[in-house]
């Protein structure tokens, strides 16, 4: 599953990357991590409705929705945070989760360990160098993440390389033709048309999920 030379070591519930010194490649995440315990709160209370101008609820419904179809399968998740994804995904999937906070991971841990996943990994890496082999996951989730994202290009590269064909990426994430509130919304955002191009430019199929939900788009790719 990992890449060819790709040291990783397990600390408890985690994977973290190895460099050429023998050291763990460490991240800044957003939030630090000493204030990961608060990331679930300041989603719900203040991101949602007060910077997407939308609803928690109807955000997993739609996913609920979009995924209620998916089992059995190897699913990657890209910046999976505390692991909002037991929410709206089977648990009889192989998920792999993928972050550059530990903290948040190791919550998303015990709510995958809770919900029932019994084969769930994590790894502390970024998003824009996987540690993973080429054409092994089956699905793709980018769920509130990709516009904080340095590079999103190199990040798209990756999700090709990473898929196998006929795979599919789902992504929700915030444009600013659907902030109608002209809210101050943290990262890079990118239009839907933006978006389109991006994955036409690594043969991704772009395809618009029929949802409102405030500033957010919902979308699929196919490879």
Known sequence: MLKSGV???RKKDLNYRIDGQGRIVRFRPWLGDSFSFLYDTIMKNSIFPRKFGGQMSIHYDILTQELKGVHDKRVLELAAGSGSAVNFLAKDN???????SPG???RAARNFKTAGFEDAKFYVVNADELP???NVFDLCLCILSLNFFSDARKVFQEIKRVLVPGAV???SVPVPER?????TIRGT???EEELKTICREYSLKFESIPAENGALL???AFL
């Not at 902030?179 to 809210?183: A, D, F, L, M």
């Open 7 to 9: 040291r990783i070591i």
């Open 94 to 100: 192989h998920y792999t989760g993928t972050d550059i």
């Open 104 to 106: 948040l991971l190791k």
């Open 132 to 134: 993973f082999d080429n």
């Open 169 to 171: 990426f789902i992504c």
């Open 179 to 183: 902030n109608k509130r002209q809210n």
């Open 189 to 191: 955002l990118y239009s």
């Open 218 to 220: 919902y979308f699929r």
